[in-house]
């Protein structure tokens, strides 16, 4: 299974949605906490266009929307 990058925020309901959803699947992500560090909200930006999470980096384009992530999961991974 690929393991793939998710930009997300503790605080933020929707990255918990998405990663709820990951944990019962078994998905694994390469998390990167957008509040950890600048360098990770620059990237965030410079590969999505936006400082908005959760965003699943998909074939080098930042996918956004819970609902959007959780079903192109179900679509390719679960």
Same mark, same amino acid.
């Given at each position: 299974? *690929? *393991?793939?990058? /998710? ?19 078994? %998905?694994?992500?390469?998390? !990167? ?6 360098? %990770?909200?620059?990237?965030? %930006?410079?590969?999505?266009? *936006?400082? !908005? ?16 992530? %959780?079903?192109? /999961? *179900?679509?390719?991974?679960?």
């Amino acid at each position: 299974m *690929k *393991k793939h990058i /998710l930009f997300y925020k503790p605080t933020c309901p929707f990255c918990a949605k998405v990663l709820d959803f990951a944990s019962s699947n078994s %998905i694994e992500f390469d998390l !990167q906490d957008i509040t950890s560090a600048g360098a %990770i909200a620059e990237e965030l %930006i410079r590969v999505g266009g *936006k400082r !908005q999470v959760p965003c699943l980096l998909v074939d080098g384009m930042g996918l956004y929307e819970s609902d959007d992530i %959780i079903n192109w /999961l *179900k679509d390719h991974d679960a």
